[in-house]
């Protein structure tokens, strides 16, 4: 079954130090690979998307992804977290035509 | 360019209750959804539209109707609200209904059925 994984619930961090929110996936073919982040009370908002070529993928606020085939992942990665980067992440796979996949989230609290 | 705007923004009824949810873009995109947000569950696909004037179920459709009114707007109707339907609702849109496509979110229904 085609599925997307996000192992951890909750990641914490300092600002300033890096971070990594992890995605896994399982699906069939060449995927094409999104992050959503969610602030508060707000709709996801698109962060970058992974559709082919270069496995490091650059987004909006500093983030980027890796794509790695081998392990099945696409985790999303900053070098220096800001408190203002606490909110729910989504990893999201399409599986063609209407059907995307999304993750349970993953909520990153960045401590000042 | 408001993007996606869904009203109400919460909204809470008895059981046996109907409403609507209304959703609207201004992006001149052709494809719309509609999803619910539940605790731990990511979000899952109630209904779509793929263009003006077509509908298509998504995962979780029962209980649920959907019109596309024209390419602005797309609606949810709730026409017997029962408590699992407690949820966060989300409108988003896309320009074409393509994998590849980014989807742009509204800020979200919260709705509460007693």
């Known amino acids: 079954a085609q599925s997307v994984a996000q192992p951890e619930d909750q990641v914490n961090v300092a600002e300033g130090n890096p971070l990594t929110v992890k995605c896994t996936y399982s699906?069939?073919?060449?995927?094409?690979l999104f992050w959503y982040v969610q602030y508060p009370n707000r709709g996801l908002q698109f962060l970058l998307k992974?559709?082919?070529?270069?496995?490091l993928v650059k987004g909006s606020y500093g983030f980027e992804a890796e794509f790695n085939k081998s392990q099945t992942s696409f985790h999303l990665k900053k070098p220096s977290a800001l408190v203002s980067d606490s909110a729910l992440y989504f990893c999201?796979?399409?599986?063609?035509?209407?059907?995307?996949?999304f993750g349970a989230g993953t909520r990153l609290f960045v401590k000042a | 360019n408001a993007g996606v705007t869904q009203t109400p923004k919460f909204q809470v009824l008895k059981t046996g209750q109907s409403m609507t949810l209304q959703c609207a873009q201004d992006?001149?995109?052709?494809?719309m959804y509609w999803y619910r947000q539940d605790p731990g569950m990511g979000l899952r696909l109630i209904y779509y539209?793929?263009?003006?004037?077509?509908?298509d179920k998504g995962e979780v459709p029962n209980g649920y109707n959907v019109s596309r009114l024209n390419k602005r707007e797309f609606s949810l109707r709730l026409e017997s609200a029962a408590p699992s339907q407690t949820s966060v609702y989300f409108c988003?849109?896309?320009?074409?209904?393509?994998?590849?496509?980014?989807?742009?979110f509204g800020p979200g229904t919260r709705l509460t059925v007693l």
């Open positions: 988003a849109s896309s320009e074409v209904l393509e994998s590849t496509d980014t989807q742009y």
């Open positions: 699906v069939s073919g060449n995927p094409y």
């Open positions: 992974y559709i082919t070529g270069d496995n």
């Open positions: 999201a796979v399409p599986v063609g035509g209407f059907k995307t996949i």
């Open positions: 992006m001149n995109h052709n494809s």
């Open positions: 539209s793929a263009s003006e004037g077509t509908t």
